[in-house]
């Protein structure tokens, strides 16, 4: 079954810097990458996603980015600010599977 | 509603002690999965359905563990005479579409810690 991996388990940043976050998966029939922000009290946001089809997406901010051959994918955040401060899930789903998650990454953007 | 509800917030159980725990959907959101997060954890998938038909449970960890979405809305997952290895955050998520590789919108989970 497919297998995710999310490093590192912490990230701080000085706000305005940028942060990469980045996940490995296992199944390479896994069609659909998610990441999700996890907020105490606010539960999972999803913030951006992408698709096997499509090697980059980007949405103001943030960016994901998909390697299919070498099976990983990142999430980039530029002009962090603190607000940004939570943790990040990535995650992976196989065609007609379920959703599996990294073990998550604490962010901490300092003022 | 706006958003996928989850109630209660907080649940502080007994050990051996049943617990019920309610989401309320998206309105009109087809599919429904329930996750296990424990502690400094990725959330794990428990059970997933598509209207009130259980599709998959495969993530449940144990007979005591039971799910249900009898009219294709809200949903309970019950946990009978619980243990301490189930302290850990439910998180309920809906999406739209019969579809698991599609956007998920969670709710902010109960806190389950049995003592």
């Known amino acids: 079954g497919e297998n995710v991996e999310q490093h590192p388990s912490t990230l701080s940043v000085q706000e305005g810097d940028s942060a990469v976050i980045k996940c490995t998966y296992s199944?390479?029939?896994?069609?659909?990458f998610p990441w999700y922000k996890q907020e105490l009290g606010k539960g999972s946001q999803l913030i951006i996603d992408?698709?096997?089809?499509?090697g980059e997406k980007k949405d103001q901010r943030i960016a994901v980015t998909l390697n299919k051959t070498a099976k990983h994918f990142s999430l980039h955040i530029t002009e962090t600010q603190p607000e940004d401060s939570a943790v990040y899930f990535c995650?992976?789903?196989?065609?007609?599977?379920?959703?599996?998650f990294g073990q998550g990454t604490e962010l901490s953007v300092k003022p | 509603g706006a958003g996928v509800s989850q109630s209660p917030r907080y649940k502080v159980a007994k050990r051996g002690q049943d617990v019920a725990l309610r989401c309320d959907p998206i309105?009109?959101?087809?599919?429904l999965f329930w996750y296990q997060q424990a502690l400094g954890q990725g959330p794990e998938f428990l059970t997933y359905?598509?209207?009130?038909?259980?599709?998959?449970k495969s993530g449940l960890p144990s007979d005591r563990f039971f799910a249900e979405r009898p009219e294709g809305s809200v949903s309970t997952l019950k946990i009978q005479r619980t243990q301490q290895e189930d302290s850990a955050v439910y998180l309920c998520?809906?999406?739209?579409?019969?579809?698991?590789?599609?956007?998920?919108?969670f709710g902010s989970g109960t806190r389950l810690t049995v003592v």
């Open positions: 998520a809906s999406s739209t579409t019969g579809r698991r590789d599609y956007g998920y919108t």
């Open positions: 199944d390479s029939a896994s069609n659909y």
């Open positions: 992408i698709r096997s089809n499509v």
């Open positions: 995650a992976a789903i196989p065609p007609g599977g379920k959703l599996i």
């Open positions: 309105s009109g959101h087809v599919s």
């Open positions: 359905f598509q209207n009130e038909a259980q599709l998959d």
